[in-house]
């Protein structure tokens, strides 16, 4: 780790304060997108996309919010 921070502190532009450099910006650029190419591939699961369709639609929000409520009230009142 300390190599990598004398790396990154030798090539960096005279006058910056420990900025990073293009090169290293690319490299952490291009793990990271290795790290997440995974999670982007997979795609988006069955009930999220069902979830964003109710909240598309002002109906099925309004019926899923007033269920959640419905609930949440059910399950507060054993509690007093």
């Known amino acids: 780790m300390q190599e990598f921070k004398a790396q ?3 090539k960096s532009a ?3 304060k420990g900025g990073l ?3 290293i910006q690319a490299r ?3 793990q990271l997108r290795a790290m997440y190419d995974d999670v ?3 795609g988006v699961p069955d009930r999220f996309a ?3 369709k109710k909240l598309d639609d002002p109906q099925q929000a309004a019926e ?3 269920a959640a409520n419905a609930s949440d009230s059910t399950a507060t ?3 007093d």
């Open 40 to 42: 982007v591939r997979q």
């Open 28 to 30: 952490i650029g291009h």
């Open 50 to 52: 069902e979830l964003i």
């Open 14 to 16: 005279p006058g910056t």
């Open 64 to 66: 899923a919010a007033n």
């Open 21 to 23: 450099n293009a090169e």
């Open 8 to 10: 990154t502190m030798k």
């Open 77 to 79: 009142e054993g509690r």
